[in-house]
Every structure is written in C-alpha cells, then in structure tokens.
T-cell receptor
Framework: TQLLEQSPQFLSIQEGENLTVYCNSS?????LQWYRQEPGEGPVLLVT?????EVKKLKRLTFQFGDARKDSSLHITAAQPGDTGLYLC???????????FGPGTRLSVLP | EAGVTQSPTHLIKTRGQQVTLRCSPI?????VYWYQQALGLGLQFLLW???????NRGNFPPRFSGRQFPNYSSELNVNALELEDSALYLC????????????????FGPGTRLTVL
C-alpha cells in the first residue's frame, strides 16, 4: 500500500504570516489532491494536480506537484483565520486502483 | 441544492453490536464512497459504489460491508463492533464514471461519529 506523509502535523501561526505544508511519499502517484476539512464537516476539495512540476494557484494558495510525482506542497500567503482547518492530501497510485489520504496538517491561524 | 446527507450524526454502541450508517448522495450523483476517519490516522478508504455495484474496497475486514440502492443512497454496515471502530465515518458522492474519485470531484457529507464502548 502506498502511503502519504504530511508535515508538519500541527501548525499555529499569526494572521498575515506565510506557511508551507508538505505531502510526501516514497512512491509515485499519478495525481494528487488537496482538501481542507473544518470541524464538524467533511473535507472540501481545493485542487487536483496531475502533471509532475505542475503549479496551481487558488487566490492566496499555491499548490505544487513534485517533478517526480512523489511529493506536493501547499503554500499559503498572508494566512487568515478563515484558513484554519485540517489540510489533507490524497493520491491515486500509479496503477489507478488505490486512493489514499495522508494524515493531515492541522493549521490554526490566530487573529 | 442539497448536499450529501448522513444519518445518524452520532451513535454510541457497545463492543460486539452491529451498526448501520446511511448516506444520501447529491441529486444526480451515482457514485458513493465511504471512508473511516479515526483520530490521528487520516481518512481510510472503505468502499466505493457506482450504479449499484461495488467498484472497489479498501483494506478492511469483511465485517465492514455495504450496499447501494436503486435511488443511489447507500448503507454501511459494521458487524461485531470493536473498540477501534470508533471513528468518524464519512460518505462522499460524485457524478457517474468509473474513473473514480481522482477524476470526478467528491463531495463529502458531515459524517457519522461512532463511539464503541
């Protein structure tokens, strides 16, 4: 089973700061997704990246898929309290059979 | 438009009992996915149904089972509950397609919180 690791596990920052969270694996993934989950709710899809080296921007969020398709990063510029939540990465293995989630990074942005 | 709904929201059972969780997908969606989110473990894929058929199954014992009805709603059944089954059970739906969750966006429900004592 291919595994996804995420770091850091927890992150607490002040409003206005920048941050980067990471999603890593020793295996190649055909594509990766990032989700945000708020307390009491299910995860909400933020982005899907499918090409090695791909960079996608969603307002203040920048997502990058590693060249080797084994890792991904999410960078948030000028974080806001509304960015608080659990950030999950999920990937489809190279055989297109197994869809796995990482354990998540819990982000807290303090006003 | 109504989102994915799940019932019940919370459930407390004792070890050895059986439980049934229910999910209603977004109107027009034919695929339903079930996940277990245990504390500190992230989401673990359980089952995927599409058009009434089981398309894929995660690495869970046979006491986890489910089905999808003709109206595309779904049930997850867990027999012989164990303490480690305590978790948030999430259901997601997507539009039809055998391509699966990476190519058809999943929309998640709020989950059912199961506590096994």
């Amino acid at each position: 089973t291919q595994l996804l690791e995420q770091s850091p596990q927890f992150l607490s920052i002040q409003e206005g700061e920048n941050l980067t969270v990471y999603c890593n694996s020793s295996s190649v993934f055909s594509s990766l997704q990032w989700y945000r989950q708020e307390p009491g709710e299910g995860p909400v899809l933020l982005v899907t990246v499918v090409t090695g080296g791909e960079v996608k921007k969603l307002k203040r969020l920048t997502f990058q898929f590693g060249d080797a398709r084994k890792d991904s990063s999410l960078h948030i510029t000028a974080a806001q309290p509304g960015d608080t939540g659990l950030y999950l990465c999920a990937g489809l293995d190279n055989y297109g059979q197994n869809f796995v989630f990482g354990p998540g990074t819990r982000l807290s942005v303090l006003p | 438009e109504a989102g994915v709904t799940q019932s019940p929201t919370h459930l407390i059972k004792t070890r050895g009992q059986q439980v049934t969780l229910r999910c209603s997908p977004i109107s027009g969606h034919t695929s339903v996915y079930w996940y277990q989110q245990a504390l500190g473990l992230g989401l673990q894929f359980l089952l995927w149904y599409d058009e009434g058929e089981e398309r894929n199954r995660g690495n869970f014992p046979p006491r986890f089972s489910g089905r999808q009805f003709p109206n595309y709603s779904s049930e997850l059944n867990v027999n012989a509950l164990e303490l480690e089954d305590s978790a948030l059970y999430l259901c997601a739906s997507s539009s039809s397609g055998l391509a699966g969750p990476m190519y058809n966006e999943q929309f998640f429900g709020p989950g059912t919180r199961l506590t096994v004592l």
